[in-house]
């Protein structure tokens, strides 16, 4: 499974990827580039992952969710020049139920956030660019 | 095999990214440590070894062979290690 992709994300076909006759709970979650971040206008971002590890700590999310609840997963994260507007994760879940899906999705989402080494560059309306979750120490010292 | 009375030195490969890379100036530099050395270890050395490795936080987020460890993790020879900035994903 692959799911780093630098194409736009399609939660139609994540959709048709997790679907079935016994799941009839489906959860969704997008995650999608704001205009705005601590104040300071966003024109775009830019999406960069270690690319094995994050393939690798994904599939880890997934099996954990799948094994946890009695669900199906599909899961998405884009890399690359993003606009506002546009999705840069996509999480579908399917169970037999909603309460499995809320919360594998659920799951899924944070999990991704907290362990998938994926980081994002921001290019502000003023001009400046900087790295999301930067501490400060040395940073853009140029 | 024989076990030897000291571990025998290893080498890893340490990969940077995203505003780490960009502050060392490098993606990826190759770190000899003695035998036993761990995580903690190789930041170290590579905090005298490497320019500009010593401005960045002083206990970043690791990674060996694709997955998260902690400091303590010990290394073996031929390992990927990655220094890891904060994660910014979804």
């Known amino acids: 499974m692959t799911y ?4 736009p994300l399609d939660l139609t076909r994540l959709l048709a990827r997790v679907h079935g006759a016994d799941r009839g709970g ?3 979650f997008l995650g999608v580039v704001r205009s705005h971040h601590q104040g300071r206008g966003v024109l775009r971002l830019a999406y960069s992952a270690y690319p ?9 999310i997934v099996a954990e ?3 946890r609840w009695p669900v199906q997963v599909a899961l998405e994260h884009r890399l690359g020049t993003l606009e506002i507007g546009e999705a840069a994760v996509a999480v579908v879940v399917a169970g037999a139920h909603r309460e499995e899906a809320f919360a594998a999705c659920r799951h899924v989402i944070e999990e991704l956030k907290r362990r998938v080494p994926i980081w994002k560059r921001e290019e502000f309306a003023d001009g400046g660019v900087d790295w999301v979750g930067a501490e400060g120490a040395g940073a853009e010292s140029q | ?9 290893l080498t890893v490969s340490v990969r940077l990214f995203a505003r780490y890379a960009e502050v060392v100036g490098e993606d990826c530099v190759q770190v000899a440590l003695p ?7 190789l930041l170290a050395a590579l ?11 002083a206990r970043p987020l690791c990674a060996v062979n694709l997955a998260h460890v902690l400091p303590s993790h010990a290394l073996r020879d031929g390992d990927e290690v990655a220094v890891l900035p904060p994660l910014a994903g979804g």
């Open chain 2, 1 to 9: 095999m024989t076990s030897s009375t000291a571990p025998a030195p």
């Open chain 1, 4 to 7: 780093l992709t630098e194409s």
């Open chain 1, 26 to 28: 489906i959860a969704s």
């Open chain 2, 35 to 41: 035998g036993g050395a761990t995580v903690a270890d």
């Open chain 1, 52 to 60: 094995e590890m994050a393939e690798a700590e994904c599939a880890r």
């Open chain 2, 47 to 57: 905090r005298l070894q490497v320019p500009r490795f010593a401005v960045l936080p």
């Open chain 1, 65 to 67: 969710a799948e094994t």
